[in-house]
């Protein structure tokens, strides 16, 4: 069972342009929400990751909204530049369970020149 | 941010053969790291929780005896797959956190396939 939903599942942006990629969640136990991006052949890497007690965090170029009380995230990717075409996972874990991260199912973004 | 490497990055081997993978926090230590499964196009799929000095959790629909796990020290847990098939070709990533921390870093992954 997917913990996790994600979409849409894959994006085209053009470049300069904003990415937004959506999450929701149903486990109100979870307590960290971060953003990985993924390269073909390659491990996720840590993007920016957001805890339920505040509404938004941005880091750069990136930014993670978050509505607790409808249990959706979402990250924006503003500016977009062809270098972030690569695959975005959201993902949710709580202390509970060790942090263990549970995955959506990732979006396929590809920004065109 | 903390480095996690895995090796080897690719491993090629016939059937019926063991494939040792490692998982070293270069820079930190690490009490927990997960192994996780991807295949193709997907998401990752958490295999089994790994905690140092005791025995691994093993996630539902995941064979113990087939995916063996050890967590000796504070830096490196290994996961080896047993009598491999090709059923088990897939992309294998470790991820370590450090200590109370719930940043979660990851290896580069091993591509296993399985002839």
């Known amino acids: 069972q997917q913990q996790v939903k994600q979409s849409p599942q894959s994006l085209i942006v053009q470049k300069g342009g904003i990415s937004i990629i959506n999450c929701a969640y149903e486990?109100?136990?979870?307590?960290?929400f971060p953003w990985y991006q993924q390269f073909p052949g390659k491990g996720p890497a840590l993007l920016i990751a957001i805890r339920p007690d505040v509404s938004e965090k941005k880091e750069g170029r990136f930014t993670i909204s978050f509505n607790k009380s409808a249990k959706q995230f979402s990250l924006h990717i503003m500016d977009s530049q062809p270098g972030d075409s690569a695959t975005y996972f959201c993902?949710?874990?709580?202390?509970?369970?060790?942090?263990?991260?549970?995955f959506g199912k990732g979006t396929s973004l590809l920004v065109t020149p | 941010g903390a480095v996690v490497s895995q090796h080897p990055s690719r491993v090629i081997c016939k059937s019926g053969t063991s494939v040792k993978i490692e998982c070293r926090s270069l820079d930190f230590q690490a009490t927990t790291m997960f192994w996780y499964r991807q295949f193709p196009k997907k998401s990752l799929m958490l295999m089994a929780t790994s905690n140092e000095g005791s025995k691994a959790t093993y996630e539902q629909g995941v064979e113990k005896d087939k995916f063996l796990i050890n967590h000796a020290s504070l830096t490196l847990s290994t996961l080896t797959v047993t009598s491999a098939h090709p059923e088990d070709s897939s992309f294998y990533i470790c991820?370590?956190?450090?200590?109370?921390?719930?940043?979660?870093?990851f290896g580069s992954g091993t591509q296993l396939s399985v002839l």
């Open positions: 486990n109100t136990a979870f307590d960290y």
């Open positions: 993902a949710a874990s709580s202390r509970g369970s060790g942090y263990a991260l549970n």
């Open positions: 991820s370590a956190s450090q200590i109370t921390n719930e940043k979660l870093f």
